[in-house]
């Protein structure tokens, strides 16, 4: 025998493996694609939720600390309130408002805030995700008594 002979002899014909090489790869490729993107979309979402939950704590914190500087329960929740104005809502955080505001005069301020946050990548039935923050921040006193 030849030698081409025996190299032909021990080889696969060159069209059975290309098919199963290409039919590989698409399996690969389609299983990616099925893992790959529900994992983005719900870091999107994961993301979104977080940026509305660290918003809407940051202005229940401001909002308490500018009513703590005021020593007047009316001045101090419209003082409050205001910093809920002023802020804009974008994209993802909608609805930032003050649901709940309590003043123990001379110890501390106690600030509520509920938020819509819309999901990029919603679900069926979960688009809006209703997020609460609480801020408690201690009133010091200018006075001092010796």
Request: aromatic letters at 6%; proline letters at 5%; glycine letters at 2%.
């Amino acid at each position: 025998m030849s030698k081409q002979k025996q190299i032909s002899r021990f080889r696969r014909p060159s069209s059975h493996y290309g098919r199963c090489r290409g039919s590989a790869l698409l399996e690969v490729v389609t299983i990616a694609i099925a893992v790959l993107f529900p994992l983005l979309y719900l870091s999107l979402d994961v993301t979104a939720v977080l940026i509305g939950y660290l918003q809407s704590v940051h202005v229940a914190k401001d909002a308490a600390r500018a009513a703590a500087s005021h020593s007047s329960q009316s001045i101090a929740e419209e003082a409050a309130d205001f910093r809920f104005k002023i802020v804009r809502p974008n994209a993802m955080v909608s609805n930032l408002q003050m649901v709940g505001f309590d003043f123990i005069p001379d110890r501390s301020v106690d600030v509520k805030a509920l938020a819509d946050v819309k999901l990029p990548a919603p679900l069926p039935e979960l688009s809006v995700v209703k997020l609460k923050a609480h801020a408690l921040v201690p009133i010091f006193s200018s006075s001092v008594t010796l």
